[in-house]
T-cell receptor, first 114, second 114 residues
């Protein structure tokens, strides 16, 4: 089991609220990622980070923002939640092993916006 | 366009039986292919990872094969158990970026019945 944690695991919130999804890892990995996954669909990369003070947008456009002030912490923020943001959000971190990067996933946050 | 296609979309088998899941990809340049197991409401967990030069890899009752020429992979599960019920996701990484970008299939939902 990888040492990557996400909180909360489940969140039900009303439209217009600001929310922050927490992600932390204790493995000292530089690279971290946020994915969005709808039921029965593939994971889509929405944000990634190469290290402290580095953040980039992923393949899927997202209204969320991220920050990376500490190596172990990569929170995702939605300033004003909408029903279209309802989804599962997965955080991951990776380390290089040989010629590949092994990604470790957190348990996910199931977000429902009413 | 880099894509990963999986079949079947869902599969039901009886406990103790074997099954094989398929994955076709068009990701180029190819770096490696992974199979992940994702339990409902959890993050994906890596089962196997294969590079270009590997054509088979086992992890307990799970055996993955890779044909890099035809760009196909399979995951064979032997003597299935109830705990094998999960989504199995094929993930391909390209060699073109330092990020280790991953391309995800939609998964095969496996249900094992007693």
């Amino acid at each position: 089991e990888a040492d990557i944690y996400q909180t909360p695991r489940y969140l039900v919130i009303g439209t217009g609220k600001k929310i922050t999804l927490e992600c932390s890892q204790t493995m000292g990995h530089d690279k971290m990622y946020w994915y969005q996954q709808d039921p029965g669909m593939e994971l889509h990369l929405i944000h990634y980070s190469y290290g402290v003070n580095s953040t980039e947008k992923g393949d899927l456009s997202s209204e969320s923002t991220v920050s990376r002030i500490r190596t172990e912490h990569f929170p995702l923020t939605l300033e004003s939640a909408r029903p279209s943001h309802t989804s599962q959000y997965l955080c991951a971190s990776s380390e290089r092993t040989g010629d590949t990067y092994e990604q470790y996933f957190g348990p996910g946050t199931r977000l429902t916006v009413t | 366009k880099n894509q990963v296609e999986q079949s079947p979309q869902s599969l039901i088998i009886l406990e103790g039986k074997n099954c094989t899941l398929q994955c076709n990809y068009t990701v180029s340049p190819f770096s490696n292919l992974r199979w992940y197991k994702q339990d409902t409401g959890r993050g994906p967990v890596s089962l196997t990872i294969m590079t270009f030069s590997e054509n088979t890899k086992s992890n307990g009752r799970y055996t993955a094969t890779l044909d890099a020429d035809t760009k196909q992979s399979s995951l064979h599960i032997t003597a299935s158990q109830l705990s094998d019920s999960a989504s199995y996701i094929c993930v391909v990484s390209d060699r073109g970026s330092t990020l280790g970008r991953l391309y995800f299939g939609r998964g095969t939902q496996l249900t094992v019945w007693p």
